[in-house]
């Protein structure tokens, strides 16, 4: 099957699916980043208060880990709905609850005020955070690739990815301007809950551009020739298990190297080192802009010389720049930290996520598509990235605060990643001459692509 009842999508339909699929993941990652800088230079001390600096930052964390429990009953729940029902309406589901759970969060009455009822309804709604996220993801990928020409897979696919660092551009850009612009003391009191409340604003402006989207070509190719799955999870279970199970081994490098840099590193360099909130905060933004341009860029590459080597390259260079990074990172240096921070966050780590969409999505037919990528993306998340920051503090604890056993435990991951990308060169559904026999084409375009597998 080529096409939708015989016609294909536009260039300006594609490129506003991707656009769209870039404002709406772009919404959906501001806020929950917003949380994992607060749970990094906040909650440690609004909903914590009574821990050491250390252990509060743990227990902060924690709840930050929260938040990828729920990332496996989205990817069901979400997944089910995107193959059923459209990847549109599940799209449009999300957003709405990522919204109402922010706003909440920034209305929360702290420890102070209502005692263990603080952290406890943070993580509820962390929880449902996780939840809505998970579903986002796998939508907002098939929205971009399913629109794609074969040949450019890898570029479409990236643009929901870039959602990642422009969101992390404006949580980081407002917790910058809040820390310069406010006292700690008004920080801890009010100042934390304005991205919170920011949101609001987002979520109305994404709604609006979601609400105007057609679904996807090869959904509604599929609803048209009635062939839509009636148990996506229960077909997708009957598929061979290893390239799920591969897949998720590619995902641990990719969400440690984020977790590491875009997360443990604000409070490892203000905790650690003694550098200011707002300088690191800072450094942080600007290496994401980097990502905003290289994520393309690497998107573009992966489909001329295929997923896995772009990724594989990411993943080993993962494993060579963690202990020069740390040891660099211990100059305290604004110059120095936002160089590597570039180098690590805004070059090398988008080799891994830039192909990852189309990388995964190429691995299941459109029947089940939804449901393959949200369960190999969110349940691999779990340990990938949710535990990260918790393990890098604990690592660091046990390292004597050296960060040595971190830079271990980095090395390591990437080598699994490494050795699971090698094993999944030959599991994709989709080959050069197209879908293999059964299969429905991701995108109804009728280009030769360049090999997926190499």
Request: aromatic content about 12%.
């Amino acid at each position: 099957m080529s096409g939708v009842s015989g016609t294909e999508p536009s260039a300006k339909q594609r490129r506003t699916a991707a656009l769209a699929s870039a404002v709406g993941t772009t919404i959906e990652w501001y806020d929950f980043f917003i949380y994992g800088l607060a749970a990094g230079l906040v909650f440690n001390v609004v909903f914590f208060p009574e821990s050491d600096p250390l252990v509060g930052i743990l227990l902060a964390f924690g709840t930050f880990a929260v938040g990828y429990i729920g990332r496996p009953v989205g990817a069901l729940i979400f997944g089910h709905y995107g193959d059923r029902i459209g990847r549109k309406s599940a799209l449009v589901t999300t957003m709405m609850i990522m919204g109402i759970c922010t706003a909440l969060i920034g209305l929360l009455p702290s420890y102070a005020s209502i005692g263990v009822w603080a952290p406890l309804l943070l993580m509820i709604l962390r929880i449902a955070q996780g939840i809505a996220i998970a579903g986002e993801w796998g939508g907002a990928v098939l929205l971009a690739v399913e629109y794609a020409p074969r040949n450019r897979r890898g570029l479409y696919g990236s643009w929901p990815q870039i959602g990642v660092p422009v969101g992390l551009v404006l949580s980081t850009g407002v917790f910058a301007v809040l820390t310069l612009s406010t006292t700690h003391e008004q920080m801890l009191a009010w100042g934390w809950r304005i991205p919170f409340l920011f949101s609001v604003v987002l979520i109305v402006v994404g709604l609006a551009i979601r609400l105007k989207l057609m679904d996807s070509p090869a959904f509604r190719e599929l609803k048209d020739s009635g062939e839509v799955a009636k148990a996506p999870l229960k077909e997708l279970m009957k598929t061979p298990k290893t390239p799920i199970l591969l897949a998720m081994g590619t995902k641990w490098a990719e969400g440690v190297a984020f977790n590491t840099w875009a997360v443990f590193s604000v409070s490892y360099l203000t905790a650690q080192q003694g550098m200011t909130e707002d300088s690191v905060l800072i450094a942080v933004t600007i290496a994401a802009v980097f990502g905003v341009f290289f994520i393309p860029l690497w998107g573009l590459t992966s489909d001329i010389v295929g997923r896995a080597r772009v990724y594989g390259v990411g993943s080993v260079v993962l494993a060579l720049v963690a202990f020069p990074s740390f040891f660099l990172f211990e100059t305290g240096s604004f110059l120095v930290v936002t160089l590597v921070l570039i180098v690590v966050f805004g070059i090398a780590y988008p080799l891994m996520f830039a192909p990852q969409g189309a990388l995964y999505s190429e691995l299941f037919d459109a029947r089940v598509r939804y449901s393959g990528i949200s369960v190999v993306f969110q349940f691999a998340s779990i340990v990938s990235s949710g535990l990260t920051p918790m393990i890098l503090t604990f690592l660091l604890i046990r390292g004597g605060e050296s960060p040595w056993l971190i830079c271990l435990y980095i090395a390591v991951v990437a080598t699994i990643t490494t050795v699971c990308l090698y094993g999944l060169r030959n599991k994709l559904v989709y080959t050069d001459e197209g879908p293999r026999p059964g299969s429905t084409d991701l995108s109804p375009a009728a280009e030769t692509p360049v090999s997926e597998a190499r």
